[in-house]
C-alpha cells in the first residue's frame, strides 16, 4: 500500500501487487475513477537515514530487522522515504509517552521471546514484533517485543472500521460525490462518484480489500479526514492502546504514525466485540456495487456472478461500471482451517504487517505481526504458523489490557486497563468496560448507596413511630 495512484487499469496493477504482497487478488474488479491525490508533503526537513538497505534493493523487504536493546521502545525505525516529514508550517506530533507501567503484564517487559514453558517457537517468523492472544480472555499466549513501537499500515482500518460502525448505520446508503473521494490514492477497492453504497459495503470494501476510497468516503462522512482520525485516537486510548497513533484513516505512513503489537491486539479484539465487524472480517466473498447508481451497477451475487464484461453505456449515453465480486485478501481465510478473519497492510516504510484469528475447538486466537517480511513465507503463512504454536499450549504469559502501573499518576493507571469490554462469543459484548458486568464496575457503590437508604428508611419509620 505504498503511495502511489492507480487509476482505470487499477485491476491489472492490483494483479501484481497482490502477487508482491500476499495478497488474493480481486475476482473481478470494476474500473475506479483516477483520483487526484492530496498535495503530497513538501520536504521540509531530511527524515533520518534507513536502518536497513535503500527501497529500490529487493533485500530491504526480505531482511529481518535487528532489535536488539529494544530499539523501537518510544518510535519506529526510521523512515524510508518522505512520507512522514510534516507539511509546511506542521510539526510531526510529540509520540505518545512511554507508559509507567508495563501493558500485559511485568512478563511482556522485553522485546526478546517471551512464552511459557514447552512453547514451540516457529522458525520461519520474521516480524519485528507479534503477539499471540486469546480473543475472549485477553490472555497473552506468546509474544516478541510487544511494546516495541512500529507503523500499522492498513491494520488501522481495523479502528477506522470500529469508529465507523459505532458512529453510522450500516444500512445507511451513501451517494458518493467527487468531493468524498478526495485524499484517495494507494489501494483502490472500486468507489466511484455516482456510485450509491451502504456503509456496509464500504466497510466490507475496506476491510476485505483495503480500500483507501472507501476508508477517505467514510470519513468524509465522519466530519473529514483529521476529524476522524481525532476520533480514531480518542478510540484507541479509550480501550488502553496507550502506544497508539494514527496519522491517517487508511494506514498510510504519516507523520507521528505508530501503534504495537500489543495496541493492536487490543484494537482488533476491541473491534471483534462488533458483530458486523466480526462478520465481514470472515466473509471470502462478496458482491460490491458498480457506479454510477442504477441498472447494471448492482452489487451481484458471488455465487452467481455474471461474467465482467466491462463498462456499459446505458441508453441515455450514462457510462455505468458494473458491480463486481470482491475475494478477501487475508490469505488466512482462503488457506489455514478455522480461519475467522484478519487484516493485511503493506507500505513502504511499515513494511509487512498481519493480523489474523483462527478458532480450533472452542478457543478463538488472534496473532499480530508488525514490520514483518515476505521471506522465507508470506506473512498469512508466518500468522499460521505462530497460531498452531499458540493451540498447542494452554499456559499464557500475560493478560492484554491489564498493567501493574509502577510509580504511574492516576491518569496513567486508569489507561493501564482501559474501557475494553470484556469479549467472549461473537456479537456478545460487554459496553461497560474491563470490570465486566455493571454489578462488578459499580458494585460497591451500589452497596454504599443501598445502606444509606436503609439509615434513611429506618430514621423515617422512627419518626413516624415517635408521631
Given amino acids: 500500500m505504498t503511495r502511489t495512484r492507480r487509476g482505470p487499469a487499477h485491476r491489472v496493477i492490483g494483479l501484481v501487487a497482490a502477487a508482491i504482497v500476499g495478497a488474493a487478488p480481486l475476482i473481478c474488479t470494476g474500473p475506479a475513477t483516477a483520483v487526484e491525490p492530496a498535495p503530497g508533503p513538501a520536504l521540509t526537513e531530511a527524515p533520518p537515514a534507513a536502518v536497513l538497505p535503500s527501497t529500490t534493493s529487493p533485500e530491504y523487504f526480505d531482511t529481518p530487522r535487528d532489535i536488539t536493546g529494544c530499539p523501537y521502545r518510544t518510535t519506529p525505525p526510521a523512515p524510508v522515504d518522505e512520507s512522514e516529514v510534516p507539511l509546511p508550517g506542521q510539526t510531526s506530533p510529540t509520540p505518545p509517552p512511554v507508559p509507567g507501567f508495563i501493558a500485559g503484564g511485568e512478563a511482556l517487559d522485553s522485546c526478546g521471546l517471551v512464552a511459557p514453558d514447552g512453547f514451540q517457537m516457529p522458525r520461519d517468523v520474521t516480524a519485528s514484533a507479534w503477539i499471540i492472544s486469546d480473543l475472549d480472555t485477553g490472555d497473552v499466549v506468546a509474544t516478541r517485543d510487544p511494546h516495541g513501537r512500529y507503523r500499522p499500515a492498513s491494520l488501522i482500518k481495523t479502528l477506522l472500521a470500529s469508529v465507523t460502525l459505532d458512529r453510522l448505520e450500516p444500512d445507511r446508503v451513501i451517494e458518493v460525490t467527487d468531493a468524498d473521494l478526495e485524499g484517495a490514492e494507494g489501494s483502490l477497492v472500486g ?41 480514531m485516537n480518542s478510540h484507541a486510548a479509550d480501550i488502553g492502546a496507550v502506544s497508539t497513533h494514527a496519522a491517517t484513516v487508511n494506514g498510510l505512513d504519516g507523520p507521528g504514525m505508530m501503534s504495537s503489537a500489543h495496541d493492536m491486539s487490543l484494537i482488533f479484539r476491541d473491534a471483534m466485540s462488533r458483530p458486523d465487524f466480526a462478520r465481514i472480517v470472515g466473509t471470502r466473498l462478496s458482491g460490491f456495487p458498480g457506479y454510477p ?125 482501559g474501557p475494553l469490554g470484556v469479549v467472549g462469543e461473537v456479537g456478545r459484548r460487554d459496553p461497560v468496560g474491563s470490570g465486566g458486568s455493571v454489578i462488578s464496575r459499580y458494585g460497591p457503590w451500589l452497596a454504599v448507596g443501598a445502606a444509606g437508604l436503609v439509615v434513611v428508611v429506618g430514621a423515617v419509620l422512627t419518626v413516624r413511630s415517635r408521631r
Fill in 293 to 417: 447508481a442504477g441498472e447494471g451497477a448492482g452489487a451481484p451475487d458471488p455465487e452467481s456472478a455474471p461474467a465482467h464484461t466491462g463498462p456499459t453505456v446505458r441508453p441515455d449515453g450514462t457510462l455505468v461500471n458494473p458491480g463486481f465480486v470482491l475475494s478477501n485478501d487475508n490469505q488466512l481465510l482462503h488457506g489455514y482451517p478455522g480461519a475467522i478473519g484478519g487484516k493485511t497492510g503493506f507500505t513502504d516504510d511499515a513494511r509487512h504487517t498481519f493480523i489474523g484469528a483462527a478458532e480450533r475447538d472452542g478457543r478463538r486466537l488472534a496473532v499480530v505481526l508488525l514490520d514483518g517480511t515476505r521471506v522465507p513465507s508470506p506473512p498469512w503463512q508466518q500468522a499460521g504458523m505462530l497460531l498452531d504454536a499458540g493451540f498447542a499450549t494452554d499456559a499464557s504469559v500475560g493478560l492484554l489490557g491489564s498493567g501493574s502501573p509502577t510509580g504511574a499518576d492516576e491518569e496513567t493507571e486508569k489507561l493501564a486497563s
Fill in 191 to 231: 468507489v466511484g462518484a455516482g456510485g450509491a453504497y451502504s456503509v456496509d459495503e464500504l466497510v466490507r470494501g475496506l476491510l476485505m480489500s483495503s480500500g483507501n476510497d472507501a476508508a477517505v468516503v467514510l470519513a468524509h462522512r465522519m466530519g473529514g479526514l483529521e476529524a476522524t482520525v481525532e476520533a
